[in-house]
């Protein structure tokens, strides 16, 4: 199992993705510079859409650079003509303005134009409207009386000054590129910093508009000229203002517009300068608190990172006191947290992108992250239909720094592919030992073995850095190795390479199975990822006495015990008084105990007595060869220890023969060796081979194999008498019962055909059942005399028997007829060919 990762979560945000034309080639080059090209390009509500020759996207570059030069236009004209009007007015005749208001009417006019042919969102839909009909309509609900009005030289009306300040409604284009700018691919500050200077803007055209205002209402609608800037109070002259140039009764003017925009008297002198000065207060009070709320909202947004990144410390601060962590350890989990803050900001705002984008666009995400590795490994080899496949169907992934993805004996069947990162693989060997036994880099893969052979992860894996990983899960597996059947090829190839500590004590143990001592590396990979894995409590069995067996047994760890149940009243007595006699039997040592239930197999009311065997641990074997021939048990597995096994069915054995024929003869001369041959019976019969086990030395210090393999030997032939003994006692009582059956039978049959005195005499045991055989050849009397009786019952057996083999012989006469027939036929027809032979070499 092997190869999974991780990428770095700035590169997921980077604007530097590669484009995959050749997994959709109508797709738009760019996530683009606005907000609008990336709904216009790929909305899941917007269909491909080819443009008109001459219509622009709302909020398409072009249309976007189009307002930017309006917005400069407008703020032209939002500074010039209100200060002319408020301050020389008189310059509306000058020719130079009035050639300006000529361009401002042609660039106005273009720009009615422009909304004609630029599409619009629809508002209860939300799709965006291509029709010029429909664009034509809603542009003329909406804005083009204003603009046409705007788009009017107003230079020449400028006796009407509400006229000319049409042109201010071009303003609320600032709103629209204000808005598009905050979709654009920037940095957060650099976002924050425009919407600052929009602020700062508005605030500069509100005072400008103020101070032009206020000073052609007191210019114009006061003759006396009473209002006098509150500087210029204490000044002798009081008409020194309004005789002064105008840059200077600008600044003035505007000195004290923000005075009243800030609240302070700006001393207005006529009824009409309070009531427009109230006003101007209370709307600069609305103003200010609107301002300093978005700025704060600005601020708030520049410290935000830096106010959760404190927050967090503070709460890991506590939380290490709290648990009087060694100074040491504090420092490197705040150097930990400090360095990987940003990273796992950007993690956070990348699930939730993931979240709000449909799933095409996120294949399309995954291609760009994962087309140029995958190219470059060596899994796909260049195979553009594979990469593209596996691109449409992967989900990614991302993970921190020593995060575990998969777990060892974890059950999982997803395939991982390390897209960014890297990857460290661990193994458990058989004492429980971690190893790293490879890193895993870019177009790495691993989970591959779990996902084959539907077994338990065979490892571990955990990230080294922050990485992203590719993931095909189980059912997409299936799509890809039906269309791309190499690929299980490559799989396979990849995992028989693999080679690490529990992988080699798996093929150690499975090596004691006698019929697998020498199997290829491929069918030993196929037997150690597909076989089942089983865990077992203390005090339960792997299997019982008399149970057939229909499995074999190989320990992964843990331990068990053989045990042969003995019935003998001499073993009972010891153990009923083991505490007075144990220093002298040894009762303990021999690892003797009662058993719990009565024997019901011919021996009354005595009960069994366990004797331990043998303890086997971890890479032992046990019943490899019971289960060839569905063997009864003769002893019992009990497990002493938490155990997990991995068990071998006959199935399991049928589906490996399938790929690798060539154990069959392996495993049929096991057979063989498992059988003897009996003359008398003329057939094979099972030999009686109690204990069938492999022991592993290798982790049982305190054991000796030579001196185990003869004892094993010695306990085989013990078992084996007793097994014999019982049988031969079961036999009797078996024989016991049947003969009491056929001698009422005979009893029976005797009455039925009316030889009652018969009868009696078979019931009080004079004569015997079969004796009943031979009534139609012997009289009443002579059936009496038991040897005439059995020398009738012999010859009539006689007689049956050479009636058989005189059959048997005629028989073989008739067929010893035939073959001579056949050779005379055989003898007939090489002469012929003979005869034909000589003819075709004479006429040669």
């Avoid at 408020?86 to 660039?107: D, Q």
């Avoid at 058993?595 to 086997?616: A, P, T």
Wanted: glycine share 4%.
């Amino acid at each position: 199992m092997l190869s999974k990762a991780k990428s770095h979560n700035e590169s997921i945000h980077s604007s530097g993705y590669e484009s995959v034309s050749h997994i959709e080639e109508d797709d738009d080059a760019s996530l683009s510079l606005s907000f609008s090209s990336l709904r216009s390009s790929h909305s899941h509500l917007v269909s491909k859409v080819t443009l008109p020759e001459f219509m622009f996207h709302k909020s398409g570059f072009m249309r976007v650079k189009w307002d930017i030069f309006i917005i400069i236009v407008v703020l032209y004209n939002t500074f010039t003509i209100p200060y002319i009007l408020g301050f020389a007015i008189e310059e509306m005749a000058n020719p130079s303005i009035k050639a300006i208001g000529l361009i401002n009417m042609i660039v106005f006019s273009g720009d009615i134009i422009m909304n004609f042919r630029t599409t619009y969102y629809d508002s209860t839909s939300g799709d965006e409207v291509f029709d010029t009909k429909e664009i034509a309509i809603n542009y003329l609900k909406n804005r083009l009386v204003f603009d046409i009005l705007a788009a009017l030289p107003s230079e020449y009306f400028y006796d009407i000054p509400a006229f000319t300040l049409f042109k201010l409604t071009k303003l609320e284009r600032i709103l629209k590129v204000t808005n598009d700018l905050m979709f654009m691919k920037m940095t957060e500050w650099i976002k924050l910093f425009i919407r600052f200077c929009t602020i700062l803007l508005w605030l500069g055209i509100y005072l400008h508009l103020l101070a032009c205002f206020w000073f052609y209402l007191v210019n114009e609608q006061d003759d006396s000229h009473s209002w006098v800037p509150p500087c210029l109070s204490l000044d002798s002259n009081l008409k020194y203002l309004y005789e002064s140039p105008n840059y200077f009764k600008y600044s003035q003017a505007l000195y004290a517009m923000v005075f009243a925009y800030s609240g302070i008297e700006f001393w207005p002198r006529t009824t009409l300068q309070y009531a427009i000065g109230g006003i101007l207060v209370l709307v600069g009070s609305i103003i200010t608190a609107v301002v300093f709320g978005q700025i704060s909202v600005i601020m708030a947004s520049l410290t935000r990172e830096s106010q959760r990144l404190s927050d967090l410390h503070d709460v890991v601060n506590t939380a290490m006191r709290n648990m009087k962590l060694p100074d040491e350890l504090q420092m490197k989990i705040t150097d930990y947290l400090t360095s990987s803050f940003k990273i796992l900001d950007q993690q956070e705002s990348y699930e939730d992108f993931s979240k709000l984008i449909p799933p095409s666009k996120k294949q399309k995400i995954s291609a760009c992250l994962f087309e140029k590795v995958f190219r470059e490994s060596e899994f796909f080899e260049g195979n553009s239909q594979l990469i593209k496949f596996v691109l449409q169907k992967l989900d990614s992934q991302f993970f921190q720094p020593e995060y575990s993805v998969v777990n060892q004996f974890d059950t999982e069947d997803c395939i991982y592919f390390v897209g960014m990162g890297s990857c460290e693989v661990e193994v458990l060997d058989e004492y429980k030992n971690s190893h790293s036994v490879r890193i895993l880099e870019p177009g790495s893969y691993f989970g591959e073995v779990s996902a084959l052979y539907k077994t338990p992860r065979t490892a571990s894996v955990k990230t080294r850095t922050y990485s992203t990983l590719a993931v095909i899960t189980k059912p997409i597996l299936g799509e890809l190795l039906k269309k791309f059947p190499e690929v299980k090829q490559t799989f396979l190839n990849s995992v028989s390479t693999y080679k690490d500590n529990y992988k080699s004590f798996l093929k150690r143990t499975l090596a004691r199975v006698p019929y697998f001592d020498n199997i290829s590396p491929r069918a030993a990979d196929h037997l150690i990822y597909s076989l089942d894995v089983e865990n077992y409590a203390p005090n339960s069995y792997l299997f019982q006495q008399g149970q057939t067996i229909d499995k074999a047994f190989l320990i992964l760890e843990g331990k068990v015990q053989i045990i042969f149940v003995v019935f003998d009243s001499n073993l009972t007595y010891i153990l009923k008084n083991k505490h007075r006699h144990s220093s002298v039997y040894g009762g303990e040592n021999l690892g003797l105990s009662s058993r719990s239930k009565k024997s019901n197999s011919g021996y009354g009311n005595l009960k069994g007595v366990k004797i331990v065997i043998d303890e086997l641990g971890m890479g032992s074997v046990l019943c490899s060869r019971h289960l060839l021939m569905q063997y009864p048990a003769t002893v019992i597995c009990r497990v002493i220890e938490p155990t997990r096994v991995m068990v071998i069915t006959n199935p399991d054995l049928e589906d490996l023969l399938v790929d690798f024929p060539k154990l069959k003869r392996k495993i049929e001369a096991q057979k063989i060796e498992m059988q003897v041959w009996d003359n008398f019976r003329q057939e094979y019969l099972r030999k009686q081979i109690p204990l069938d086990y492999s022991k592993c030395f290798k982790y049982d210090k305190t054991a000796n194999r030579k001196a185990w393999k003869s004892k094993i030997k010695v306990k085989n032939e013990v078992i084996k008498l007793i097994m014999k003994k019982r049988n031969r006692k079961n036999t009797k009582v078996t024989s016991s019962v049947k003969a009491m059956v056929e001698k009422i039978r005979a009893i029976v049959t005797a009455e039925e055909k009316g030889h009652t005195a018969i009868a009696l005499k078979i019931s009080k045991g004079e004569i015997p059942p079969e004796a009943l055989e031979v009534i139609d050849f012997l009289d009443s009397e002579k059936i009496t005399n038991p040897v005439l009786t059995q020398f009738a019952i012999k010859t009539k057996e006689l007689s049956k028997v050479v009636g058989t083999l005189s059959h048997k012989m005629s028989s073989m006469n008739e067929k010893l007829i035939n073959v001579e027939t056949a050779c005379d036929d055989i003898g007939r027809k090489i002469s012929r060919l003979q005869e034909t032979t000589k003819a075709l070499e004479l006429s040669l």
